[in-house]
Every structure is written in C-alpha cells, then in structure tokens.
C-alpha cells in the first residue's frame, strides 16, 4: 500500500515514541524489551529475495499500526490533560476570575476554633 | 393508647416498630410499658436488616464504580483505593515465557488478570507490546490508555461467556447497519462515492459477494450467501487455542474494531492489510470529517475523539494480527 510510506519512517516515528514511554521510566529507551524487539524483527525482514514479500508487508502494517497506537494514545492523554483533567477550580481562582479577593482577617472570624 | 403508639416508636427502636403495628406486649392498663425480651431481639433484627440492606446497595454502587480493567496483583483486594487513582507500583516490567505462553512481571509479582487469572500470550510481540504499556504509565496508573491489556483480559477472563459462534454472529450482525452503505442525499453524496465506492468494490472483489449502496435509512438487504460466506471467513481465522478451551480471541479482536469502526466492510479492510488504521477511521468518520472542513475543528472534542478512535482500532488491529499469526523464519541460503 503507497498509503503507508517507507519502513525507515516507521522505524523513526516507533524510536521516537519508545523515546517518550522510556522518559517515564527514566531508563535509557535502547535498554527496554521494545526497543530490542523492534530492531530484530526490523533487520531479519530486510534481507529477502522475493520482490514482493508479504511477510515484510505483514511486518511494516503491525509497526505502522503500533505507531499509530502509540502517537494516538499519547495525543489523547495529552488532550485529556489539557482539556478535560483539570478537575475544580478553587475558589480564590473563582473569585479571581470575577476580579474579586478573598477577604483575609488578622485575628480570624469569630467562629472558628 | 397514642402514649403507647409514641413510647413504641420514638424511645424504643428507630426503626419504627410502631408502623408495623406492633403493640407492647406487656401493656397493662396503668403500668408504664416494659420493653420484653422477644420485642427487643424484634427490633435488633430490624436495625441489623435495615444496615444490610443499605450495604447491599453501597456495595452494588462501588463494584460499578471501578472500570473493568483493572489487574490486582494482590491476592487480597484493596477496596479502600478506587481504581481510578493506583499509583505506580512497580519499577520494572518484564516478560518471562511459561508454560502457556508469555507473562509479564510487575517488579517480581506475575500480572493477572481481572478474575485474577494467569495473564499470558502466546506471541512475544504481543507480550512485549502489553508490557511497553504498562512501562509507560507515570505516577498513575491509566487504565483507559492500556488498550491492548483490555483486549487480552476480556479474551483471557471471556466474563459474558460468550463463545466463538456468538461472537461472529454479532460481528456479522454489523453489515446489516454498516456505515459505509448508507449515502445521504446531500453534497455530501459526491464524496461517500469517491471514497467508499473503491472500498465495496474491493470488499465485493476479495470476498466474492454482492453488496450494494443504499440512500435509505435501512440499509442494504444484504443475501444470506453473503452473511455465510463472510461468517465462514471470519470463523477460519486461527484461534488462540494453547490452552484447552476454546478461546474466542481473533472473533473478540474483530468484534472490538467493528464496533469502534461501526463498519464491518472497514474491519475486514484493516485485516487484509488493504487498508491502514489512519484511513479506515478516517472512512468510518467520513461525515465528521466533512462537517469539520466546512465548520471548523473543535480541538477538545474532535480530535479527543480521533484520538481515542485511532488508538482502539490500532489496539484492535494489532491484537487481531499478532494472535492469528505464527512467526517462522526460514533462512534461505544465499546462492553464489
């Protein structure tokens, strides 16, 4: 399929999202099981002597769909942490919104302990 | 009279034993009513019945409150932390083989699932690719992110007991109401045609069928060869049978993307490799994205949307692809 570019663009785009799932862990992203997994089955599908391989297609759809999966997960947590994770505002937030402050007293109200 | 009534209710049991018409059983005219030892055990019972009751319905509220995915790894559940809200537990993730196939360990604790099942796999990739999910949860943990874990511990738990033949019937039950058959009688029209005319062709082409396009909202009467033949086709697929029964995985996989993608026509597009995930939910949000470019994109809404679509049915794909598989590599000697 012309629609799903060239392998070593796959490659790029999988490295670099290992890249960002490897920052939560801190460890280096060459060291993870992905990573290792990925250049493997990267290097034995290369060398072939058909013109046409499926299997090489095969390979090149599942790393084109598993970077689809990992750039679109991270977008919508990203979005999801923009948008809609925010949670309630507090009320010296509300109040600022209105251009109003809190009322503060030295000596604090009467009622409380 | 009304001073017993109001003894009864008030002073003695909260219950309000007075409503069940209950009398004191030791009223004498003149004396003050003594409470006696059958009317005490009466109201206990009462108040015992009554906290029951409400812990039933506590109880039934929190087992709905968590989301479904969610592995304890503990043997003991810890009900006092909401689902929603664990911390990242673990340190290292890492795949092991067994038996059964691949597990993955959480520091050195086995993964389960749900029902608190062994989790394996029996492709590496697909152990790998659950375990980079796990890896890169920060802080939190979020379930709704791990898309692939989702579809290995409905297919290893199977909690609607359904069984392969269920699952492809209702998959099948898609091309009734597929979304690539019904063309509206707009503008819009001229753009459904260029876009999921090819696709039927295709579909009608590979799997030797005939299906039409419809402007009706009822869509296409699709032939009962059709549904057979199609039905025949999803059952061939190899199934994740390493253990004894008979698990439904692949038809699960097939059943997810069709029910993300509203389409069966686009799910067997995305199995054949006929077509890519960006392009099939693209098809499958072809009146969306229309509306789109003639009124404007709505980034937390739209796109929160896309994303979400483009990560399940990638999830779904994937899963579907590295369980009917089985990888051999046969190394061809170089000839000189």
């Known amino acids: 399929m012309a629609a799903l570019g060239s392998p070593a663009r796959t490659m790029r785009g999988l490295l670099r999202e290992l890249r960002f799932v490897s920052a939560a862990t801190g460890r280096p992203y060459r060291g993870s099981a992905a990573y290792r997994y990925l250049v493997k089955a990267f290097r034995a599908h290369r060398v072939t002597g058909e013109k046409l391989c499926r299997a090489q297609h095969e390979l090149h759809f599942q790393a084109a769909t598993y970077l ?16 809609h994770g925010k949670g309630e505002r507090s009320v010296e937030e509300s109040a600022g919104m209105v251009g109003l402050k809190l009322p503060r007293q030295p000596g604090g109200k009467g009622w409380e302990p | 009279m009304e001073s017993v009534r109001g003894c009864c209710a008030t002073r003695v049991c909260g219950a309000g034993v007075a409503s069940l018409g209950v009398f004191c059983p030791g009223f004498r005219a003149g004396r003050p009513p003594r409470l006696s030892g059958a009317m005490w055990r009466r109201c206990l019972r009462l108040q015992d019945s009554g906290r029951r009751l409400r812990d039933q319905a506590m109880g039934g509220l929190t087992a709905r409150m968590g989301p479904g995915p969610g592995p304890t790894t503990q043997p003991l559940a810890r009900a006092y932390a909401p689902l929603t809200e664990r911390k990242r537990f673990y340190q ?170 509203k ?74």
């Open chain 1, 68 to 83: 689809c999966l990992l750039r679109s997960v991270r977008a919508h947590v990203a979005l999801h942490q923009e948008f």
């Open chain 2, 92 to 261: 290292n993730v890492s795949i092991t083989q067994g038996e059964g196939g691949f597990e993955i360990n959480l520091d050195h604790r086995k993964l389960k699932t749900p029902q608190a099942k062994l989790f394996t796999v029996p492709s590496e990739a697909l152990a790998i690719a659950v375990a980079t999910e796990w890896d890169s949860q920060q802080d939190t943990i979020k379930f709704y992110t791990m898309h692939l874990t989702t579809l290995c511990n409905t297919s290893l738990d199977n909690p609607m007991q359904r069984n392969r033949e269920q699952l492809i019937r209702a998959a099948v039950k898609f091309l009734d109401t597929d979304t690539i058959w019904v063309e509206e009688p707009e503008t819009l029209v001229e753009l459904q045609k260029n876009e999921w005319d090819p696709v039927i062709e295709w579909a009608e082409k590979r799997y030797d069928v005939q299906i039409g396009s419809s402007t009706s909202i009822m869509g296409p009467s699709i032939p009962a060869k059709t549904r057979e033949v199609l039905a025949s086709h999803l059952a061939s697929y190899n199934m994740w049978a390493l253990q004894g029964p008979d698990l439904a995985c692949v038809p699960a996989g097939i059943e997810f993307v069709a029910t993300q993608l």
């Open chain 2, 263 to 336: 389409s069966m026509v686009l799910t067997l597009g995305l199995i054949d490799l006929h077509l890519t995930v960006e392009q099939a939910v693209l098809l499958s949000r072809l009146e969306e994205e229309y509306q789109i470019q003639k009124w404007g994109n709505i980034e937390w809404a739209h796109d929160y949307e896309l994303h979400e679509l483009r990560a399940r049915t990638a999830a779904g794909t994937l899963f579907i692809h590295l369980c009917s598989e089985s990888t051999t590599v046969k190394h061809k000697l170089l000839q000189e």
